[in-house]
């Protein structure tokens, strides 16, 4: 198993090759800080923050729905995993996730910049502990 990013080197790579590991926890990780705030009111999981990110750096579709004889079918979106964004693209997605946390006010979110867990400040390149200290 890949060890966590303890740098920004460690998640900041370019290439069209998929993203490494250590990207796929970085996103995850801020994902699940992201998952502190509501998006325009409805509640969102770390899940949910990685599909809306992808979906933008991916993109993505609305196709009509099946019609299975239940009432309209509606739109479905149409998107790519997450897992397949390359190493440039897990770039923005990362920092995509990272410029939602510390400017929730830029997309229209009523929260304070979110608190980041452990994991992303190491991916930062900084001590969490040293945050501790200064609350």
């Known amino acids: 198993m890949a060890a966590e990013p303890t740098s920004r080197a460690d998640w900041e790579l370019q290439g069209k090759s998929p993203m490494t590991a250590k990207q796929r926890r970085m996103l995850n990780a801020c994902c699940g800080c992201l998952a502190t705030m509501r998006w325009h009111g409805i509640v969102f999981g770390k899940d949910d923050y990685r599909h809306l990110i992808s979906a933008v750096v991916l993109g993505e579709r609305l196709v009509p729905g099946i019609n299975t004889g239940n009432g309209p079918a509606g739109l479905i979106r149409m998107s790519r995993s997450s897992l397949e964004l390359t190493k440039s693209e897990a770039v923005v997605a990362i920092n995509m996730a990272l410029?939602?946390?510390?400017?929730?006010?830029d997309q229209g979110l009523p929260d304070k910049p979110v608190q980041w867990s452990d994991a992303v400040l190491l991916g930062l390149g900084f001590n969490p502990a040293d945050f501790r200290d200064a609350a």
């Open 99 to 105: 410029d939602i946390g510390d400017n929730p006010k």
